[in-house]
């Protein structure tokens, strides 16, 4: 872990981001930096009527993740120099890009760039991959009312999002890893595989990476 002191896991809905960061935090007693979501009153709306709360649930997820993100990232702890995370800001202009209408858009994303250069870039962002199908079983097993009706299209569209922004991005180090066939959760050869993927050191760049 000595390459890396602020790390963000990311994935699309279900990829098993949280679960991740709990683990690795646990084992080595990282700082860790989990997203609120749940207490956001917006997101069984949007669910429910995308068209109609996309934008106030964009906004009100910016503010919270900055306001998080500063206060945690600002807080000198002694004991634990490094921090892990479960998502990454920008995944807030990831999901705008394909929820907001094009006007939307261009507001969310001036407000985006105002905030940024205010936040610490992490020094790797891990991503999660599975493909809808493993997506959508893992979204039932966790069983949240409210997304137990998202559509796959939905899925693949933030999917396709992600990949898209994180090619553009050239000054952060970048792990693909397909866990479309790993259960890093019960399988511990599995865990400690993406283990020594992710604390290796690595270029800036995008290195993909496959788990079997």
């Known amino acids: 872990m000595t390459h890396y002191d602020y790390i963000c896991i990311e994935g699309n809905i279900g990829a098993g981001k949280t679960t991740l ?27 429910a009527e995308p068209d ?23 807080a000198h702890d002694l004991f634990r120099t490094t921090t892990i995370a479960d998502y990454f800001i920008n ?19 001036k407000l985006f760039q105002i905030i940024l250069p205010n936040l610490p870039k992490p020094n790797l962002i891990v991503y999660l991959h599975a493909g809808v199908g493993r997506l959508q079983n893992n979204i039932r097993e966790r069983g949240r009312s409210y997304e137990q009706n998202i559509m796959d299209e939905y899925l693949s569209k933030i999917q396709d999002a992600y990949l898209e922004y994180l090619r553009t991005q050239q000054d952060l180090k970048i792990l693909i890893i397909d866990t479309e066939k790993i259960d890093f959760v019960n399988n511990s050869d599995h865990y400690k595989q993406l283990k020594k993927i992710i604390f290796s050191d690595h270029p800036i760049d995008i290195s993909r990476f496959i788990i079997d």
């Open 91 to 109: 995944k807030s202009l990831i999901f705008a890009r394909s929820t907001l209408q094009n006007d939307e858009y261009a507001l969310f994303q």
């Open 52 to 74: 109609k709360y996309a934008f106030p649930l964009e906004l009100s997820f910016l503010a919270e993740r900055f306001q998080q993100l500063k206060k945690e990232l600002t």
């Open 21 to 47: 960061s709990r683990m690795l935090s646990e084992e080595f007693d990282t700082r860790l930096i989990l997203e609120q979501f749940e207490d956001n009153s917006f997101l069984p709306k949007f669910y």
